[in-house]
C-alpha cells in the first residue's frame, strides 16, 4: 500500500518500497489555473529534497516544483508534455510527474500527511 504525504510548497509523493512517485497537489494546480507547460527533469538526474525538481507553466504563472525527497529520476510522465491540461484534470493521480529511486526514506518525516496538509490548507 502507498502512502501519500505533502510538502508545504504543494508537491506530493506517494512512496511504494523504494520508490516515490511525485507531482503537485489539487490545491497548487487550482490556484496554477490552466496548466499549458510542464517541464521534467532527465530520467537519471539526481535531486536532493527541495532542490528543483521540475517546472510548470499556466495561464496565470511559472513555477518550480521542488523534490519532496531525494533520489534519482528513474521515470517522468511523458504524457504531460503533449497534454499538461491533465495536471488540471488529475493532480494527484494521472498527472504525477516523476518517479523517483527513494534514497533515503527517513526525509518522509519532514513532510506532512494528508490530514495534516488538509489543516494547513486551512491556515492559508
Not at 37 to 48: I, R, S, Y
Not at 101 to 124: G, H, N, R, V
Request: glycine content about 4%; proline content about 2%.
Amino acid at each position: 500500500m502507498s502512502t501519500i504525504y505533502f510538502t508545504k510548497e504543494h508537491e506530493w509523493v506517494k512512496v511504494n518500497a523504494s520508490t516515490a512517485v511525485c507531482g503537485i497537489s489539487d490545491h497548487a494546480a487550482h490556484e496554477l489555473g490552466d496548466v499549458t507547460f510542464v517541464e521534467l527533469p532527465a530520467v537519471g538526474k539526481q535531486v536532493k529534497q527541495n532542490e528543483v525538481l521540475a517546472a510548470i507553466e499556466s495561464v496565470k504563472a511559472a513555477s518550480d516544483i521542488y523534490a519532496p525527497v531525494s533520489g534519482k529520476v528513474v521515470k517522468v510522465n511523458s504524457e504531460l508534455e503533449d497534454a499538461p491540461e491533465k495536471v488540471n484534470e488529475s493532480a494527484e493521480d494521472a498527472a504525477w510527474m516523476v518517479e523517483l529511486e527513494l534514497a533515503d526514506a527517513a526525509e518522509l518525516s519532514a513532510l506532512m500527511t494528508k490530514d495534516q496538509y488538509d489543516e494547513y490548507l486551512k491556515s492559508l
